[in-house]
Every structure is written in C-alpha cells, then in structure tokens.
C-alpha cells in the first residue's frame, strides 16, 4: 500500500528545508491501511497507533476498540487525524495490549488490523555495551567487520560508531527477549586498506546516560611471526635439573603448525621432535618446552618452529649440561705428572701430597699446584671439555702419595698416585739408568693400577658349597651362544642413558632384532675406548652369564650381542621408567593409599618418615632406562602411565616382583650381591625388573656401603628412597645395635602384614629367615587380601586375621622345595 506521507527535505552548508505531502490511494476494499503492528511506549509519554484511512472521506466516524471487544480503560484520552491516524495521550501501564480501529461506511462496520501497544516504563539504568576482542589484525584487501552487542531496557536508545575509516556500513539487529532489547551492531569494511588502522569506538545511550566500547584495527601488508624467548637464548643446566624453555609468539594469520627440535652434538644422532604446551589468545601464543631431569645426551641446540599460511620463522635455544669433571692421572716413565680432566665448565686442577698410604682425597693435605687455567686439549660445542696439568717428576717427595682433584662449579673428583723409593746413585751408570727409569715407571704403574676401581661382576653362579662356603663358576669358562649375535649395522643409536667410569649405556634402535620387520628399542650397554683387555674380559663373562641365566620377566633380559667386528655390545630390554629408586622419589608425594588404618596405627613420633622426600636426586652411575620427556607426542604416549600416581597395590605389586626375579635368580644358583632399588628398572606395565649395571660402581666411595677389611656391608637401603636409619652414625656401636636385635621403625604406608615380613628377613637367626619363594608366597597373599578389601570397601585391621602369618607361611605349599635349589642353601647367611 502507498497511502502515507512522503516528505522531501534538503540541506546546504547554511540552511536546510522540508516539504511534505499525504497520499491518500482510495480502495473500497481496503479501508485501513496498518504499517507497523507493534508500538512502543514509555510510560506517560504519548503515542500513535499508525492506523490509516485510504480515503479522507471515511475518517469521519472512526472509533478505538480494544481487539477482545472489551471497554477501553477508563481514563483513555485519543484523537485521530486522517493523515496520521489515532494518538493516545498520557499512556499508563495499564492501557497496553492490543488495539483496533474501526470506522462505518455505509452501514458497514471497517476494522483494522490490530496493533499490539508495549508500556514501558522509563530508563533506569544506561544501556550495556560489549565489543568483541580488543585487537584486530587484517592484512591489506582483507574484509573487516566487528560487531557492537548493546541492552537495552528500553525501545528508547540510539547507537553510532566513531572511526576515521570512510568505506565503513553500519546495520542494526534488534530483538526483543524478556523486557530488554537486544541489538547487534555491525561495522564491516569489504577490503581494508593502511589508512583503515586505527580505533573503532561504538557509543550507545539512553535517557538513563550512555555507554561505549572499543577495538583496535591494524592493517598490514603481509603476515608475520614475531617469536621472543622468555628465557636467555644459552643455557647451562646441572645434570639431572630440570629446565623450561618458552617462546612467546605474535602472528597473523594464525599459526597452522608448531614444533620444537633437538640437535644433539653427537655424530649420526638423529634430531628429536616435540610439540610443547601451547596456549592462545587474540592473535598471541605461547609455547612452553619442559624438560625434566636433564642427562647428557640431551644437550645440544633446541629450535622452535612456527608456521602459518604466510610465513614461517624459528629461534634457537644452545643448551650446555654441566657436570662434575671426570679425571685421571696415567702412570709413565716420563720426568712429569700428567693429570688428565673433563668435564663442563672447563675444570681446574689441583695437585695435593698425601700421606704414603692414602686411599682417598682429603681437603687438609698439602696443595703442591693449583693450575687454574690448565691446558685446554678438547673443547666443542655443548660438550665437556678435556685439560691436562704436568707436575714436574723431580719435585715430588719421596714415597708419597699424590693427589690430583679437578673442580669445576658441580663439584670435584680425584685420581690418586703413589710415587716410589728415589735413590741418589753416584755416579750414575749409563747401563743402570734406562734400568731404573724402567722400574720407577713398572713400580708406578702397577701401584696406580691397584688404585684404580675395577669393572666387576656382581652376579655369581655357584659351582658347588660346603657349609658357608661357595666355589663360584668362572665365568670366562662358560660357552657363548653365536645365536645370540646381532649385525652392529641394525643397531641405530641414541641418547646415553647412563656413564660411568668404565662405560655407558645407550638407548638404541634394534632393526630386525627378533623378527626381520620388527623395529625395537633397546638399551645398549658397552664400554668406553679406552677399557683395557680385564675390563673387556669383564663384559664377555656378564654377556655369558646373562645367556646362561635365561629369560624371566622380572630381571633385564638379554636380548642380543655384537662380539665380532667392533668392540662389545650387549644388547637388553629397555625400561622406560628408570631406576626404582628415582621412580619412587618422582612419586613420593603421590602416593595414595585408601586404608585409612595405616596411618591411624603408625607411631607419630617414628623416627622414620617417607613422606618428606627429596625432589632432586642426581646419580652419575649408569642407568638401564630413559625417562620420558613431557611434551613429544610420541613420548605422551610412552610416558602417560607414569602420570599414574602410586598406590599401596605398586607398591605391594613391585616388592612381590622383585621377590620373583631374586627366586629365578636363586633357582640358577646365582648370587647377586648388590640387590637395591637403583638395580631394579621399571619397564611397561610397571613391571620391575632386577638388573646389573657394573659399569659405574666404585665401592670405595659408595656411601651406601661401608668399608672394614676386605668387607663391604650395605648399610642404607632406601625403602620409598629414605635412609631407614635417619640420624645414626653407622660405626662399630651400630653394629653392635643392629646383632642385638635393634630394627628400624615400620615405614609408613606398610602394612602390619608387610613389617611382619620384613621383620622375619631381619631374623638374628638364619635359619628362621624366609627363601625369596617364601616371600612371593607372603606377599601374594597380602595384595590378594588388599584387592578384597578394595571390593567390599571394608577396612583391615591388625586383629583380624587376614595376614600372612610368617611363621605358617614357612610350611605351606607354597615354600620352596630344596631340590629346587640343590647349591643355594636358602637361610645360611649370617651377620658380620
């Protein structure tokens, strides 16, 4: 319908005019003619209901009706005018709902069509404004568009926006919910320019005051990645620390791929990928590397890679790992001293005369030389660098003992020497002197020699016993299976899990190790360049000894060997988790246990506690397993069961695993000798498995050991990695403590059942000791009777009867029949 009033207005810089006409279009059949049919009032104001006649001539007896038929409100004041149509006056609340108009034309009653009149009442409170986020980012010829959200309380509010952009469109978007007006805003800009950057400002108000929100907009001409390291660039960490690496990125568009990579400065090594955490915002990210309990191998250059669809970019972090210097000083016939460092910072030497038969450094000896910049034989980058300092031969006294100790900030090592008898000869022989010469050198090198730790193996297999008496096999006797070789160009290396003295061990990939497609990662152990024939020797009679054992699940299999062609590897299972010992320290503080009567029962005033664990625990001996690094996506995957926090059913599970593989161990007549839980590696699964890493171990200078004679004692056995004995000084009076029946207080999170075990292997009487088989038997039944208890959620209590009683235990089916074990003569071991 075209019936309306058409207005025509004009504006020039100093004036402005308006001119209107109404427009009546006539038709019998439509009388009214209704543009709107929802009016909005506040109340008290007045209003027009746009009813409108299509002929002046059928104005003349129009009337308001309400559309139900019932009476107007009393107190309705209204008007109509043919041109605008009817006007309510003084609208109050109680007049809204819906309205029609109506007129008579011969005879006939004409209705409008009926319009729904709202009553609001007056603004109280300014409308709200909400922008979206406070940035924006565009690059030249992109469209831009930002909506401006504003509420409303009333139909009463105007919105604009404030920008020097000049190809700007503006729509409004309103809607009407719950007695509030919501309207969307909208700005856009079909191809943004340089010009366009700047602020964006959206003002909206009402009779109750206004309200405004603002963004940003920058155009550029092309994408970017800005990468800024929250960190310095060059890092030295300490070995076994952890460190974080975070990069902190700007870019547009937005990133489509991300990953760190590590360059590791060992030839043939190939670099590892990580993802890291990534979080975002508005244009902004940020990307956190985690690297926990750093080793060697892990050193090196770690690049960060960002890439989007326009550009890409990268940044690089140079990660040195600082560890104490290794040294040694090498007999020679020569007229000097050399004392060979390495280690990261460079370390300085320091040479000490000691007493003539001193075994060990010690802080009060003479200080002879303090070379603080030795000479500087190898230094590359992310690697230890190797010095040497000469003490002049003729200086030195007569039958003393030298010291060299080389110190860097992680610490100190020393190496020591005994020089020999010097005797002035006159006058000297020219036939004497090479003779002497060779002699000093002969007597100097066999007393370093004796000096020197040596590679041994612990574990022995017993040939045949009398009494407490054994008669071991030699175990360069035993034959070596060729089945076990395996070709060195299947093996693919990686990062060195463990180093010591004599060798490492280094993860590795075996190809073909099994079956021809399979592809397995394994641990490789070996030894280092310099080993001499015993210590070679050494390796072979462990490789044969492992072969003669055989497979069993809970100790370090064998699974290969190269003896030909190269120098010797042996090739075991890989354990992912690490040594036990560490793998309880990681979780010490994660440990749940549901029995709420372990607690309850323990003596609050126990000298032994496990809760308070260290964090921090270094170990430079060498380590049968690698441990996973956060944010690899492979290594999520590998690692994800450790995130898995302890119970008492790990703990029981590990203590009956280890059992098992000492009961193998005994089945073989094989001793062990060195049975702790940093030989024990956690594989999947959390399957515990005993192993034998004699690479590393200097007995003289273990502190879990204590030396008298020719006998070494272990005195600290680390259970949930705590010393059970806090506070004693271990000497003879401890001794004599422990041969009177003196124990250790019961650890927490042990059941009563668990103490009672541990009580009967602590028996001053051999004989009432349990086999390892015994100890399988115990503990099977107490998980068996923790997992009932875990069913019928029903706590356990000392008095009932549900333990293992130690002493029944001995005599049930389950004990170890002597045949089993016709040479290993179980409970025969007394204290000493």
């Given at each position: 319908?075209d019936?309306?009033?058409?207005?025509?207005?004009?504006?020039?810089?100093?004036?402005?005019?308006?001119?209107?006409?109404?427009?009546?279009?006539?038709?019998?059949?439509?009388?009214?003619?209704?543009?709107?049919f929802?009016?909005?009032?506040?109340?008290?104001?007045?209003?027009?209901?746009?009813?409108?006649?299509?002929?002046?001539?059928?104005?003349?007896?129009?009337?308001?009706?309400?559309?139900?038929?019932?009476?107007?409100?009393?107190?309705?004041?209204?008007?109509?005018?043919?041109?605008?149509?009817?006007?309510?006056?003084?609208?109050?609340?109680?007049?809204?709902?819906?309205?029609?108009?109506?007129?008579?034309?011969?005879?006939?009653?004409?209705?409008?069509?009926?319009?729904?009149?709202?009553?609001?009442?007056?603004?109280?409170?300014?409308?709200?404004?909400?922008?979206?986020?406070?940035?924006h980012?565009?690059?030249?010829?992109e469209?831009?568009?930002?909506?401006?959200?504003?509420?409303?309380?009333?139909?009463?509010?105007?919105?604009?926006?404030?920008?020097?952009?000049?190809?700007?469109r503006?729509?409004?978007?309103?809607t009407?919910?719950?007695?509030?007006y919501?309207?969307?805003?909208?700005?856009?800009?079909?191809?943004?320019?340089?010009?366009?950057?700047?602020?964006?400002?959206?003002?909206?108000?009402?009779?109750?005051?206004?309200?405004?929100a603002?963004?940003?907009?920058?155009?550029?001409?092309?994408?970017?990645?800005?990468l800024?390291?929250?960190?310095?660039?060059?890092?030295?960490?300490?070995?076994?620390?952890?460190?974080?690496?975070?990069?902190?990125?700007?870019?547009?568009?937005?990133?489509?791929?991300?990953?760190?990579?590590?360059?590791?400065?060992?030839?043939?090594?190939?670099?590892?990928?990580?993802?890291?955490?990534?979080?975002?915002?508005?244009?902004?990210?940020?990307?956190?590397?985690?690297?926990?309990?750093?080793?060697?191998?892990?050193?090196?250059l770690?690049?960060?890679?960002?890439?989007?669809?326009?550009?890409?970019?990268?940044?690089?972090?140079?990660?040195?790992v600082?560890?104490?210097?290794?040294v040694?000083?090498?007999?020679?016939?020569?007229?000097?001293?050399?004392?060979?460092?390495?280690?990261?910072?460079?370390?300085?030497?320091?040479?000490?005369?000691?007493?003539?038969?001193?075994?060990?450094?010690?802080e009060?000896?003479?200080?002879?030389?303090?070379?603080?910049?030795?000479?500087v034989?190898?230094?590359?980058?992310?690697?230890?660098?190797?010095v040497?300092?000469?003490?002049?031969?003729?200086d030195?006294?007569?039958?003393?003992?030298?010291?060299?100790?080389?110190?860097?900030?992680?610490?100190?090592?020393?190496?020591?020497?005994?020089?020999?008898?010097?005797?002035?000869?006159?006058?000297p022989?020219?036939?004497?002197?090479?003779?002497?010469?060779?002699?000093?050198?002969?007597?100097?090198?066999?007393?370093?020699?004796?000096?020197?730790?040596?590679?041994?193996?612990?574990?022995?297999?017993?040939?045949?016993?009398?009494?407490?008496?054994?008669?071991?096999?030699?175990?360069?006797?035993?034959?070596?299976n060729?089945?076990?070789?395996?070709?060195?160009?299947?093996?693919?290396?990686?990062?060195?899990?463990?180093?010591?003295?004599?060798?490492?061990?280094?993860?590795?990939?075996?190809?073909?190790?099994?079956?021809?497609?399979?592809?397995?990662?394994?641990?490789?152990?070996?030894?280092?360049?310099?080993?001499?024939?015993?210590?070679?020797?050494?390796?072979?009679?462990?490789?044969?000894?492992?072969?003669?054992?055989?497979?069993?699940?809970?100790?370090?299999?064998?699974?290969g060997?190269?003896?030909?062609?190269?120098?010797?590897?042996?090739?075991?299972?890989?354990?992912?988790?690490?040594?036990?010992?560490?793998?309880?320290?990681?979780?010490?503080?994660?440990?749940i246990?549901?029995?709420?009567?372990?607690?309850?029962?323990?003596d609050?005033?126990?000298?032994?506690?496990?809760?308070?664990?260290?964090?921090?625990?270094?170990?430079r001996?060498?380590?049968?397993?690698?441990?996973?690094?956060?944010?690899?996506?492979?290594?999520?995957?590998?690692?994800?069961?450790?995130?898995?926090?302890?119970?008492?059913?790990?703990?029981?599970?590990?203590?009956?695993?280890?059992?098992?593989?000492?009961?193998?161990?005994?089945?073989?007549?094989?001793?062990?000798?060195?049975?702790?839980?940093?030989?024990?590696?956690?594989?999947?699964?959390?399957?515990a498995?005993?192993?034998d890493?004699?690479?590393?171990?200097?007995i003289?200078?273990?502190?879990?050991?204590?030396?008298?004679?020719?006998?070494?004692?272990?005195?600290?056995?680390?259970?949930?990695?705590?010393?059970?004995?806090?506070?004693?000084?271990?000497?003879?009076?401890?001794?004599?403590?422990v041969?009177?029946?003196?124990?250790?207080?019961?650890?927490?999170?042990?059941?009563?059942?668990?103490?009672?075990?541990?009580?009967?292997?602590?028996?001053?009487?051999?004989?009432?000791?349990?086999?390892?088989?015994?100890?399988?038997?115990?503990?099977?039944?107490?998980?068996?009777?923790?997992?009932?208890?875990?069913?019928?959620?029903?706590?356990?209590?000392?008095?009932?009867?549900?333990?293992?009683?130690?002493?029944?235990?001995?005599?049930?089916?389950?004990?170890?029949?002597?045949?089993?074990?016709?040479l290993?003569?179980?409970?025969?071991?007394?204290?000493?």
């Amino acid at each position: 319908m075209d019936t309306g009033t058409y207005k025509c207005v004009y504006v020039n810089s100093s004036d402005k005019g308006v001119a209107s006409v109404h427009l009546f279009v006539r038709d019998p059949d439509n009388v009214w003619y209704t543009p709107t049919f929802r009016i909005p009032v506040t109340r008290g104001d007045n209003v027009n209901l746009p009813c409108l006649i299509t002929a002046p001539e059928y104005g003349s007896r129009v009337t308001l009706i309400m559309d139900d038929a019932s009476p107007l409100s009393p107190g309705t004041n209204y008007s109509f005018s043919t041109e605008k149509g009817i006007t309510l006056y003084n609208v109050q609340r109680h007049q809204k709902g819906y309205y029609r108009c109506q007129t008579v034309i011969n005879g006939r009653i004409k209705k409008s069509s009926r319009i729904r009149l709202i009553v609001e009442e007056a603004a109280e409170k300014p409308v709200s404004v909400t922008m979206d986020p406070i940035d924006h980012v565009r690059i030249v010829g992109e469209p831009f568009e930002v909506t401006c959200r504003v509420i409303s309380p009333s139909h009463k509010y105007d919105i604009k926006w404030v920008t020097a952009a000049k190809n700007v469109r503006s729509t409004k978007i309103p809607t009407f919910v719950d007695e509030n007006y919501f309207i969307n805003a909208v700005l856009s800009i079909p191809a943004v320019t340089l010009e366009d950057s700047g602020k964006y400002t959206c003002v909206a108000n009402n009779s109750a005051g206004f309200k405004n929100a603002s963004t940003m907009l920058r155009v550029v001409e092309r994408g970017y990645i800005l990468l800024t390291p929250v960190q310095a660039t060059s890092q030295e960490v300490a070995l076994g620390e952890d460190l974080k690496l975070q990069v902190q990125i700007e870019a547009y568009p937005k990133l489509v791929s991300w990953h760190w990579e590590h360059k590791s400065p060992f030839k043939n090594s190939e670099s590892t990928k990580f993802v890291g955490e990534m979080i975002s915002g508005n244009n902004w990210y940020n990307n956190t590397l985690f690297l926990s309990r750093l080793q060697e191998g892990e050193r090196g250059l770690y690049t960060f890679y960002a890439i989007n669809n326009e550009t890409e970019a990268s940044i690089n972090f140079s990660i040195s790992v600082k560890w104490s210097a290794t040294v040694w000083v090498p007999a020679n016939d020569s007229g000097n001293l050399h004392c060979t460092a390495a280690g990261y910072p460079a370390p300085r030497i320091e040479w000490y005369q000691c007493p003539t038969y001193s075994d060990r450094y010690n802080e009060d000896y003479k200080l002879l030389l303090n070379d603080s910049s030795p000479q500087v034989m190898s230094m590359l980058s992310f690697q230890e660098v190797e010095v040497v300092s000469v003490l002049p031969f003729q200086d030195l006294g007569a039958n003393f003992t030298f010291c060299c100790v080389a110190v860097n900030r992680e610490g100190n090592t020393s190496d020591m020497l005994h020089s020999v008898f010097k005797h002035v000869m006159a006058p000297p022989n020219k036939l004497f002197s090479p003779i002497l010469s060779t002699c000093v050198g002969t007597s100097v090198t066999g007393i370093s020699f004796l000096q020197k730790p040596k590679y041994q193996v612990r574990w022995k297999i017993i040939e045949a016993c009398e009494g407490n008496n054994y008669i071991f096999i030699d175990p360069t006797q035993l034959p070596y299976n060729e089945k076990w070789e395996f070709p060195r160009n299947n093996l693919q290396f990686g990062k060195t899990l463990g180093a010591g003295a004599f060798g490492k061990v280094v993860e590795a990939t075996a190809f073909g190790l099994g079956k021809e497609d399979s592809v397995l990662k394994v641990a490789v152990k070996m030894l280092k360049s310099s080993a001499d024939t015993d210590e070679q020797e050494a390796l072979m009679s462990e490789l044969k000894i492992m072969s003669h054992l055989g497979h069993h699940e809970n100790i370090v299999n064998l699974l290969g060997a190269c003896t030909y062609g190269g120098p010797i590897l042996v090739i075991t299972e890989y354990c992912r988790y690490g040594d036990l010992l560490n793998f309880l320290r990681r979780k010490a503080e994660s440990i749940i246990i549901q029995d709420s009567s372990l607690d309850t029962s323990l003596d609050s005033t126990a000298d032994y506690k496990n809760i308070d664990l260290e964090k921090k625990y270094i170990r430079r001996g060498v380590q049968g397993a690698v441990l996973g690094r956060g944010k690899s996506s492979e290594e999520e995957v590998e690692t994800r069961e450790d995130l898995r926090p302890l119970n008492l059913a790990d703990l029981l599970q590990f203590s009956s695993q280890v059992a098992q593989g000492m009961a193998f161990l005994a089945s073989k007549n094989c001793i062990h000798r060195d049975l702790a839980a940093r030989n024990v590696l956690v594989s999947d699964g959390r399957v515990a498995k005993i192993c034998d890493f004699g690479l590393a171990r200097d007995i003289m200078n273990d502190s879990n050991y204590v030396v008298k004679g020719n006998l070494c004692r272990p005195t600290s056995y680390h259970p949930h990695g705590k010393s059970p004995y806090p506070g004693m000084v271990v000497n003879s009076k401890f001794y004599s403590m422990v041969k009177q029946g003196y124990q250790m207080a019961r650890p927490d999170f042990a059941p009563l059942e668990m103490y009672t075990i541990m009580q009967a292997c602590w028996s001053l009487e051999p004989t009432q000791r349990p086999t390892f088989d015994q100890i399988c038997c115990f503990i099977q039944k107490e998980l068996e009777m923790h997992k009932e208890q875990d069913q019928t959620n029903l706590p356990s209590t000392a008095e009932e009867d549900s333990g293992c009683d130690t002493s029944g235990c001995c005599e049930e089916s389950c004990e170890q029949e002597q045949s089993g074990q016709p040479l290993l003569k179980s409970n025969n071991y007394q204290f000493c």
